[in-house]
């Protein structure tokens, strides 16, 4: 979301940049001020694993040729699209979590398998099988 914040900020700068003279010049030195203030935000925030991400969303968001279709309306279709993602990839991560979790307290025996058991919310069944 940071680097969608930062692209729609850019493109609220855009046209007033571009009717002065040297527009291009100045629209390209807001993209440079811009992706160092993206950086900043991430890890400002405490999450600098992100940096690129918010960069990619930036540059998509403020400079990438949207073919006739309005930035605000990218932006939002952007949005969506990223909380679809995140969204997605929490679920598919949460069950794969799950699995492992359960894969592991599969293998394991005795007392972990007591802690197991009350972790994934099933009864340990401490009884082995050969």
Aim: aromatic share 10%; hydrophobic share 50%.
């Amino acid at each position: 979301m940071i680097g969608a914040v930062t692209g729609a900020v850019a493109m609220l700068l855009e046209m007033p940049l571009k009717g002065l003279p040297g527009g291009e010049l100045w629209w390209d030195l807001l993209n440079a001020v811009m992706i160092c203030i993206t950086i900043y935000l991430t890890v400002l925030l405490g999450r600098q694993y992100i940096a690129f991400m918010a960069c990619v969303a930036y540059l998509s968001v403020a400079v990438i040729a949207h073919d006739g279709v309005s930035p605000y309306e990218f932006l939002f279709y952007r949005v969506v699209d990223t909380f679809l993602g995140v969204g997605i990839g929490s679920l598919v991560g949460s069950f794969h979590t799950h699995a492992e979790e359960a894969q592991r307290c599969a293998v394991r025996g005795g007392a972990w398998m007591t802690s197991c058991a009350a972790r994934t919310g099933r009864s340990a069944n401490l009884t082995r099988q050969h």
